[in-house]
């Protein structure tokens, strides 16, 4: 068994159904500062063996194993019985936790369905929930801990500020891994490994990680060594150069953002081929409304003439698709909106509307800023949807280049 | 071993750092037709020995197992060689798929890193990549199937119309499971629940799923008897009634726009706290320019007056968040895109903005007709995203109900 290493078991019909399951990144996260790795995500159904033959594998393997979902009151909720199989330990009920659920919900009396849940595997510490009636478990055993937790990212995820981020360094005592995070766009994947190739080999104890969104790539460094984590970070850096446009959790309409309200500037846009994404970007992180003031989605060409003043000659003799349109959106919703800088997009998202000398992925974008106006035009590959969010992320991109 | 029962083994390490896995609800859709359900998913990250650990435990426990992932050509590309410990097969370098990948690409000879992805398990089938270099593999023994597959999307998804549907089918002749997908909106999973529970107690024999979206209810009913799959589907569809807004793959955006399409008519909107949201999630759908013409984000108090026609009184009086400036923000969106309908929203998505009276998640509506203009309100719950996503599902799920 690797030291710090760690496994996740997910249960719920559903994950093998039609949900998405997100919350392997998310305990990942939660992990590195306590010195552990996932070595291994399962996701089960409800089924009580099959919970338990999981558990089983996991704890085998790994020194630290977390159970999440199945502690919920109903009859398909199964982690605690298939906890108790796997380990061969009792469950008892726990008079305290019955207290402290009757205490939180003002009841004299427990109803039947909340008994289930103030069940504990032999030996177990409960965790309480804050948002929620399912009480955690932590069981340890021969230098091992299983943790039980409720399925709910708000019900699972307090625990680990309240009592598990304590109870795990104090049972295992590992150094924290260190994890920086680096945020670049316009560069394509396999060009963003091959500028970070060098910070790779100069740096073979550290793991890296290079995930691709659309137009942007985000890297991990991460490793127990922290100094060299930095150095790293460093290194990388100045490799990235103008490329890297944050770091940690910011995003690209954010980092534009924080240069704005800095300069006391404000924003608005026009979208064509992206139809409100940009302005959806935009508006996701609290407190843009201090500098951004609207935009105007104009799919037809009456609204493009109407709200941003396109001339009619210019869609006639170049069409939407074009670096004059492109132009005049610009100007016209930084004129329209009253604000300082203003972007546009035009282009075709498909699958239809391509015209010869226009195919699918041709996106021309303005970028009027008080000094004038910037025209520019990509070429995206893929679906609809994956050539509107390059399109959103590449001028969110050219903007914050311009801004000091 | 349960007959029909399929594994997912993903591999990558970034599955176990900050990449989500999407793969298992596609792999579910995939699987259902040839007769599989999903009884486990495991995400191993890039070493030979823990896929070939996953790879064992699920050969154990499943007749179909999938593996998807790390066929490509470079160091971290171990599923073959795992495969090969796993089964304690020989791996054997096969001209003919040399030959093709030469012809594919116009090679005389084939580059050194090539070559790798020329080891085929000895026994195994090669799958053709009609979107890259990896060949797939089907391996079958005593019974069971090990079916190797490229980790992206683009290369595996191809190989089950081309290749695998026929190999599983000729090899396990399992009769399909049947699954009907509805989509409800306006409802809270508890409800639907609550509602639907007549149904799943009738079909006790088949599988039933809920799925919660912000505002809206996914339903899947799944069974190998199609005949009561159809029966369980038309007793769902009652009792949703008019929360029912679709079926399969549809959105409440694609809902309202066939109905608008239908009838000839057309839509705009004006968004304040959706921001671009409702946009995005109709201009989404290929072909809703047909009839979508635009829509305003007025994110400011000017935009709205300037663009929409708000009147600075209502504002002054009532504020933005107001019935009345949902009105007048759904009837200016009327007038300003020359559209048959409009709608609006206003309201607070926090976590900052909260007024005496105006709580966070507060939002009102307008729906503008050529009969008049209805406003409304809702207090939703959550994060700025979910009250975001909520505020856009509702007023789309109004607006279909309007709809003839």
Redo the contacts between chains.
Sequence with gaps: MKKGRAELVCTG??????????Y??LF??RLAPLGF?????????DSLE?IA??MK?ALK?SGLVLVCGGLGPTFDDLTRQAAAAALRRRLIYSKDCARILAFNYGLKKLPPNFKNQCLLLEGAKPLENSNGTAFGQVIRRGGKMLVLLPGPRQEWEPMFPNFLDEEIRAAFRRPPVSVV?LRAAGLWETQAEKLLRPAMRRFPGL?F???AGPGTV?F?I?GADGGAVAGAAAVCRRLLGKALYGEGETTLAAAAGEKLKAAGKTL??A?SC???????L???I????DW?????????N??KS??LGVRAATLRKHGAVSAQTAREMAAGARR???SDYAFSTTGIA???GATPGKPVGLVWFGLAAPRGVKVFSRQFRGG??QV?ACAANCVLDELRKILK
């Design positions: 019909s559903e994950l093998l159904g039609g949900k998405l399951n997100l392997a990144p990942a996260e790795a996932l070595g291994r995500e399962q996701s089960c159904g099959e033959d999981a594998g393997r995070k793991g990680t290079i995930l985000e991990h991460s608005a846009c979208e992206t139809g409100g994404l940009a302005a959806e935009i508006t996701d609290p407190g843009s409304s951004f003031l609207g935009g105007a989605v104009t799919y037809s009456t609204a109407g709200l329209a909106f009253g498909g699958p239809g609809r949807r509107r």
